[in-house]
């Protein structure tokens, strides 16, 4: 396996986590993210980690990475599906995923993504970077 | 990587296969499947294949038994995503995978099971397995 797949639903991007991660893969995923929100002009990105069992610095210094390009290209990021002992074992750590946004399952981070793209000022036009 | 994550879409499921399948982990995604069409009430099935580079017998065998499974259940199943490649393979295989519906990528695949379900007759109530 070398590419985690990337899947549209509608205007947002769905990535579901299932193999471990690694260097090389986390920067292939950064790639492929980053293009398809352009490609794609996505406004939201839905990551599911239910498949981990750990979330250690690693992975969140890469969902905090992910976040960070995704809100630069004007795309909100939400993380879905975390099992309550990664919640319990990332407050345990110290890691709050500072910059993240969760939700505890794909249809409540649609649902949030929605809400969030819907309080922006429609003619605001897009957020200019500063 | 013991089991494959499944998410609930609406009122869809949705399962991405990112990893190698072997029979275990086939039997695990069909008892999780199952389950989780009957305890959501799930009315349809979408199971996005973009990540498999191969579609073998044994995968077009276990797609075939899922939606089997899950036509009995009275959810239908639209398999997504299929690599130009895959679909070249499988004809000249001979494998035509019966009975499995495609679509080009998740939102088509939901599209697809969108129109199925408001083409049943509501008055008809559930089906009767015959």
């Known amino acids: ?5 990337i899947l549209r639903l509608g ?11 690694h260097d090389r893969l986390a920067l292939t995923l950064q790639d492929d993210l980053t293009e398809q929100i352009v ?12 498949a981990l069992d750990i979330v250690d610095s ?14 630069i290209l004007d795309a909100e990021t939400v993380v879905v599906g975390m099992q309550p002992s990664v919640a319990i074992t990332l407050v345990e750590l110290g890691l709050s995923l500072p910059g993240i946004r969760t ?6 981070g649609m649902d949030l993504l929605r809400a969030s793209g819907e309080s922006e000022d429609p003619t605001s036009g ?4 500063t």
């Open 1 to 5: 396996m070398d590419r985690i797949p």
């Open 11 to 21: 205007r947002f991007l769905l990535v579901t986590i299932q193999v471990d991660m």
């Open 126 to 129: 897009s957020r200019e970077l």
């Open 39 to 50: 490609s794609s002009r996505a406004r939201g990105v839905l990551i599911d980690i239910s």
């Open 58 to 71: 690693f992975i969140g210094r890469m969902l905090a990475n992910i976040a960070s390009m995704a809100r």
């Open 103 to 108: 939700a505890l399952n794909v249809d409540r």
